[in-house]
């Protein structure tokens, strides 16, 4: 009896003493986060070379997790993911993290999503398990599993089809210039931007590139028509322009210039992001306030009106070097202070006249030149009435100049 005793006692010590090892032994999963991109670390990326060749500069790291995401590491099979494989171009992390929040909204029961690699650090090659993830554009999602398991499927009858070809098609949303999909999954999308490879029937892999185009709408106006931002050129420029086509409804001959620009052959170089019509309820009515009769030019400051706040979320978030905001009717083009240099190199290039007059308060450019330091913003006063097509063309030019300059 005393030796059952002691091999009963023997036992449950060992019982125990082993849950201590194992709980010693669990991996380390860190409290979830807030996915709010004012948690990370912004800083203006980068991408030099190719996917499979390349290097990331002034990258942003995506955080170990959130409360709607998980992160892992595919060498070690854990979660969450080493900080030093989750480094990306700052426009990429911002796709992950909207494609998270989207996610959230659309499905709010569904299970948090799983991240895998983006980059490292500085870029360059992460080893044998990827061959591209060099240069930031890089991001591996993995398919939410029936079981709501957090780790990757290890068969495609494990993946939540419904939710796997939503995320394809959210990301090609985003802009994604490839979006690579297991070979045994039924998953479909646009010819050349959807492709199936070899050993991703467990998680897509998008992929975007330096020279994009996405429109995304920014806000409403007061009537809750769209309120739309196209952005195009190169994500790694160290320039971004900012062209508003038109915030006064009777004053819109800038939109030839902005719509021009839109269907141009994508920038190298440079990154430009054109809104036609900041005032979607003046144009329709042909007012040069909004609908409840504001003048959108005098409300940078109160940002009373729906318009005027979408357009300071835009500006906040993307921080244009230069923002250049189309009127009429008189014919040049008007700078004041650290605006006037840029307005003047514009005016030479447009033909117009330059004209050094003072800011109209709570107009877009004082908001602007005194809240952004180092950038510029000025107002290009058209001629009256419709805008010919080469002098449309003309302005363009000078855009693209102007986002090229150094």
């Known amino acids: 009896m005393r030796f059952a005793a002691s091999l009963l006692t023997l036992a449950v010590f060992a019982g125990v003493a082993t849950g201590y090892a194992n709980v010693r032994r669990a991996p380390r999963v860190p409290a979830a986060v807030s996915a709010d991109p004012a948690s ?9 070379g190719v996917p499979w060749g390349g290097r990331l500069v002034n990258g942003v790291r995506l955080p170990l997790a959130g409360e709607r995401y998980f992160t892992w590491d595919p060498v070690r099979r854990r979660s969450p993911n080493r ?19 989207d996610y959230d909204r659309q499905f709010p029961d569904a299970p948090r999503l799983g991240i895998g690699d983006l980059s490292r650090r500085y870029g360059g090659a992460f ?31 494990q993946i939540d089809r419904r939710l796997a070809q939503w995320l394809v098609d959210r990301f090609v949303q985003a802009g994604a210039s490839q979006v690579f999909v297991g070979p045994n999954l039924d998953l479909t999308g646009p010819r050349r931007v959807v492709e199936k490879l070899w050993n991703h029937d467990n998680h897509l892999h998008a992929r975007f590139p330096r020279t994009f185009r996405v429109t995304r709408v920014i806000g409403r ?30 004053e819109c001959a800038g939109t030839a210039v902005t719509r021009m620009l839109v ?49 300071r979320r835009l500006v906040r978030r993307l921080r244009p070097t230069v923002t250049v905001w189309f009127h009429q009717p ?8 650290p605006s006037a240099a840029a307005a003047r190199r514009y005016a ?11 800011w109209i308060e709570g107009g877009a450019p004082a908001w602007q030149n005194r809240g952004f330091a180092g950038t510029a913003s000025y107002v ?9 097509p080469a002098d449309a063309e003309r302005h363009a030019r000078a855009l693209v100049a102007i986002a090229r300059s150094r």
């Not at 080893?127 to 591996?140: E, I, M, T």
């Not at 195009?232 to 915030?247: K, Q, S, V």
């Not at 008189?330 to 202070?337: A, D």
Request: proline residues 8%; glycine residues 10%; hydrophobic residues 35%.
């Open 40 to 48: 990370v670390a912004w800083r203006r990326s980068r991408s030099l």
């Open 221 to 250: 106006s007061t009537r809750s028509r769209a309120i739309r931002a196209t952005t195009l050129g190169d994500a790694g420029a160290p320039r971004r322009l900012l062209a508003i086509g038109c915030i006064h409804g009777d």
């Open 348 to 358: 030479r290039l447009s033909g117009l006249p330059f004209r050094g007059l003072p």
């Open 330 to 337: 008189h014919g040049h083009v008007r700078g004041w202070g």
């Open 380 to 388: 290009v006063e058209l001629p009256p009435g419709r805008l010919a």
């Open 263 to 311: 269907r141009r052959a994508p920038l190298r170089s440079s990154s430009i992001t054109v809104v036609h019509h900041l005032n979607p309820d003046g144009f329709i009515r042909r007012s040069r306030g909004n609908a409840r009769g504001v003048d959108l030019n005098r409300d940078f400051g109160a940002f009373s009106q729906p318009e005027t706040r979408a357009v």
């Open 83 to 101: 900080p030093a494989r989750l480094w990306g171009n700052d426009r990429v992390v911002r796709i992950v993290l909207r494609v998270v929040r």
């Open 127 to 157: 080893g044998p398990k990827h061959v591209s993830h060099q240069n930031g554009l890089d991001v591996d999602v993995y398919y939410p599993r029936l079981d709501r398991r957090e780790r990757p499927p290890r068969r495609v009858d």
